[in-house]
C-alpha cells in the first residue's frame, strides 16, 4: 500500500487560485498577506491534507556502501597507514634581535 502523495505548494495554489509565492508566505506566516487569503490559503490547504500526518517511509533495503561515490576520495581512519606517514613540520628558529636592530634600543 502506497502512501498518498502530499500535496505540492502548486497543488494549493491551485486550487486557492493564488501563486506559489502566496501560497508559501501564507503557511510559513510571512510577507504580506491580507488575512482574509492567508485564511483561505490554510483552510485549502488543510483541506487538501498538507501537513497532515504521512506514513513511514520504508526501511533502506541495505545500509549505505562505505565507499564514497567522489573520484580519487578514499575514506580513511584516523589509524591509517597513510596518517602515520606525515611528519609535524620543523621547530620555527628563535627570532633574536641584532645589535643593530631598532628593537635594542
Known sequence: M?????????????AAEVSTATVSHAL???????????????????ALGYGAPQAPAP????????RTREPGTTPRSPTSPARSR???????????????SPLTA
Do not use: K
Not at 59 to 66: L, M, N, R, T
Not at 86 to 100: C, D, K, Q, Y
Open 2 to 14: 502506497c502512501p498518498v502523495p502530499r500535496p505540492t505548494l502548486a497543488d494549493i495554489a491551485r
Open 28 to 46: 510559513n506566516g510571512t510577507g504580506r498577506l491580507g488575512q482574509t487569503t492567508r485564511r483561505r490559503v490554510r483552510e485549502v490547504a488543510t
Open 59 to 66: 526501511a533502506p533495503s541495505a545500509s549505505p556502501s562505505p
Open 86 to 100: 606525515r611528519r609535524p613540520p620543523p621547530p620555527m628558529p628563535a627570532v633574536t634581535p641584532s645589535p643593530r
